[in-house]
């Protein structure tokens, strides 16, 4: 596909360099002195969670949470579930769910609701891309990265069918 010559660029690995160290620096200062829990939601953003948490100049832990999202298509579902749970309790704590994108919103307004009844101490998100040419559930985001057209984009954690997650910039195919 990336030899496709209807293969663009989207965000340049420059770009997210940047934008992810500016991010990582402003967590760190809206949450000096807290009790913060990093949250990636596999396997997307793993990457922009790597890339992320040596911004964060703050103690804190790292979690991953294991969802069926897609199912190797380009449409969501809206259909959520659980396939990897937290490893550790987040009760009195301040969680920051890590996204790879936000395009419905369906992903995330399940995920609030899954966190709530933990009883964190606050449940935040930070999303590198936000296509909100998209939404369906209006959820807060706290920090985004890119905001983006309506495409379908791979690279950085994203994929098509599994595939282009190791891009490390971010690209889309044209139609
Ligand atoms: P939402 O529930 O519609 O907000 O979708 C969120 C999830 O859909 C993301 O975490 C991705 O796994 C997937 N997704 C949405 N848009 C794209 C895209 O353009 N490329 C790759 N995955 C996407």
Known sequence: MTGDERFHTLVTEEAIRDRV???????????????????????????????LCRHVDLPLTLEFLGLSSYGDRTQSSGVVRITQDLTH?????????????????????????????????SVGICTLLHKPSNTMKDVKLDYV??????????????????RFRNLPYIGYVED
């Open 145 to 162: 990265g890119f905001t983006i057209e309506n495409r379908f984009v791979v690279g950085y954690g994203l994929d098509y069918e599994q």
């Open 89 to 121: 309790p987040v009760e009195g704590r301040d969680v920051l769910l890590v996204e790879d994108i936000v395009d419905t919103g369906l992903t995330l307004d399940f995920l609030m609701r899954h966190f709530e009844v933990r009883k964190p101490r």
């Open 21 to 51: 160290r500016e991010l990582g620096e402003e967590i760190t200062r809206d949450f000096l002195g807290r009790d913060l829990v990093l949250v990636a939601v596999l396997k997307g953003s793993c990457i922009f969670l790597a890339d």
